[in-house]
T-cell receptor, first 112, second 112 residues
Framework: SAVISQKPSRDICQRGTSLTIQCQVDSQVTMMFWYRQQPGQSLTLIATANQGSEATYESGFVIDKFPISRPNLTFSTLTVSNMSPEDSSIYLC?????????FGPGTRLTVT | KQEVTQIPAALSVPEGENLVLNCSFTDSAIYNLQWFRQDPGKGLTSLLLIQSSQREQTSGRLNASLDKSSGRSTLYIAASQPGDSATYLCAVNNNAGNMLTFGGGTRLMVKP
């Protein structure tokens, strides 16, 4: 299994600002994933982050808006840039261990 | 493109009932399927993982089945309890870098 922590757990931010979300895993993993869950919706994959290479973004998500860092095998950050109210969501990171996917507790972001 | 559908979207049952949650997917070439539980405002907890070669998995009062050829999975909850109240999410892995495609979820309420 894997234990994942995220910081911050929640934040309220003003339009136009940026927020960086941190994700820490208790074991080394090759791939880390960032998902978004908009209010009342299911999860959508934003990007896949591999250590030592650029993140791979899904359709509808771009690096300028959601830059990702992956400095080592246990840590990643997701930045939500130039925020608007439409970015209000829960952001979750996840990893795969022995075929099973584990999720962090999420970061609840509200943009005013 | 894989699409995952969950029926019903919401379900309310009295305590003690056995219940079935349904999940269907359009592309049967899956690697595995995972059922999650999400409590309000929280992250996801993995309940059961079924590999494509398996027909079912059991954990306590939970039993998940998989019929890959027909693109269906069911989550059976026996003797439901108020503590089972949560949103249940089905997610499919097509082995495209281990990313998951999620269904819309079933919001379950078990009444005392």
């Amino acid at each position: 299994s894997a234990v994942i922590s995220q910081k911050p757990s929640r934040d309220i931010c003003q339009r136009g600002t940026s927020l960086t979300i941190q994700c820490q895993v208790d074991s080394q993993v090759t791939m880390m994933f960032w998902y978004r869950q908009q209010p009342g919706q299911s999860l959508t994959l934003i990007a896949t982050a591999n250590q030592g290479s650029e993140a791979t973004y899904e359709s509808g998500f771009v690096i300028d808006k959601f830059p990702i860092s992956r400095p080592n095998l246990t840590f990643s950050t997701l930045t939500v840039s130039n925020m608007s109210p439409e970015d209000s969501s829960i952001y979750l990171c996840s990893v795969v261990v022995t075929y099973e996917q584990y999720f962090g507790p999420g970061t609840r972001l509200t943009v005013t | 493109k894989q699409e995952v559908t969950q029926i019903p979207a919401a379900l309310s049952v009295p305590e003690g009932e056995n219940l079935v949650l349904n999940c269907s997917f359009t592309d049967s070439a899956i690697y595995n399927l995972q059922w999650f539980r999400q409590d309000p405002g929280k992250g996801l907890t993995s309940l059961l993982l079924i590999q494509s070669s398996q027909r079912e998995q059991t954990s306590g009062r939970l039993n998940a089945s998989l019929d890959k050829s027909s693109g269906r999975s069911t989550l059976y909850i026996a003797a439901s309890q108020p503590g089972d109240s949560a949103t249940y999410l089905c997610a499919v892995n097509n082995n495209a870098g281990n990313m998951l495609t999620f269904g819309g979820g079933t919001r379950l309420m078990v009444k005392p």
